[in-house]
């Protein structure tokens, strides 16, 4: 005879769980790192696996403390500058590139260095001392699309002697700027920019100075473009995106301002899963998940994993294309 718990008051049912609620998830496709992140990181890799560690990191090989804290975790020494490198210590550049002045301390104190600086990056430095000609007669004054503070700018800027350059931030600096000669003038750009607002100071100093000369092809970078459409795609259909990414990555902030213009109420930039604060999910059927180009897809899934802990998640990922583009190391990491 079955027995329930009317027929025994002692006995008593488990609750059942409650019933998660759905989630709509769109990943963005192409995320997280491109090649010459991934290059980066291998720099540091294979350098403390044929050196030993410590090997010396200047500045963040790239933006993003969860690849930072991993390198730590390997042995990696990251500092601020090379007069917190001791002698006879191996060193790295990080991918956003340096200032000549770097290298050239660096041979000085006879430092062992490699070079990560990403090539896209380096294209740019050569598009610079190309339009500069080493000042004579066919020099052109540069300006340079890009915000000011950083590692790339200041790594760019630092291939030409001070005055060959002039930083440009807006549309509006670009209708103000006042180069002394307008029939000789250049412009380059950061890689990591919102290809749509650098459309717009380009046309605007292309309208104001119709000899200024460009790049032959596109300085903002692959990686940074395929992400900002495959954030487009997304975009309208979300009522939130989620842009994993740390602070200080200019390809991140780029992401989340591209999602917002693009139609999604709201996007936010998330370090990692664990600072997630539920409270912002709330009202959303449909979340919008992309990385930046520093990082690295388990914080991706770690997210998914976090969500699943409250939803039933419905994935779909949304891709405008496929990249397969890879970096050989530097010539004296790649024998």
Partial sequence: MQHTSDDNPSLTLAPRPAAKASLRILLAGPRGFCAGVDRAIRVVEEALRRFGAPVYVRHEIVHNRTVVEQLERQGAVFVDELTEVP????????????????????????????????????????EAERHFAGGGPDSHHILMIGHAGHPE????????????MTLVQSVDEAATVQPADP????????????????????????????????????????????????????????????VIGSPNSSNSQRLREVAERAGA??????????????????????????????????????????LRERYELAIEEKSVTTEDVVFKLPAPLAC
Avoid at 94 to 121: F, I, M, N, W
Avoid at 153 to 164: I, K, N, R, S, Y
Avoid at 281 to 306: C, F, H, M, N, Y
């Fill in 87 to 126: 002698e006879d210590a191996q060193v790295v550049f990080s991918a956003h590139g340096v200032p000549k002045s770097v290298p050239a301390e660096a041979q000085r104190r006879g430092l062992t260095y490699l070079d990560a600086t990403c090539p896209l990056v380096s294209k740019v430095h050569r």
């Fill in 265 to 306: 109420p709201r996007a936010i930039l998330l370090p990692r899963a664990d600072q997630l604060d539920w409270s912002v999910l709330e009202g959303v059927r449909t979340l919008g998940i992309t990385a930046g180009a520093s990082a690295p897809e388990v914080l991706v899934e770690q997210l998914l994993d976090r």
């Fill in 153 to 164: 700018v200041e790594g760019t800027m630092g291939q030409l002697p001070p005055g060959a």
């Fill in 183 to 242: 029939g000789r003038l250049a412009f380059i750009t950061q890689t990591t920019l919102s290809v749509d607002d650098t459309a717009e100071i380009v046309a605007t100093l292309r309208a104001r100075f119709p000899a200024i000369q460009g790049p032959k092809r596109e300085d903002i970078c692959y990686a940074t473009t395929n992400r900002q459409a495959a954030v487009k795609t997304i975009a309208p259909e979300s009522d939130l995106v989620l």
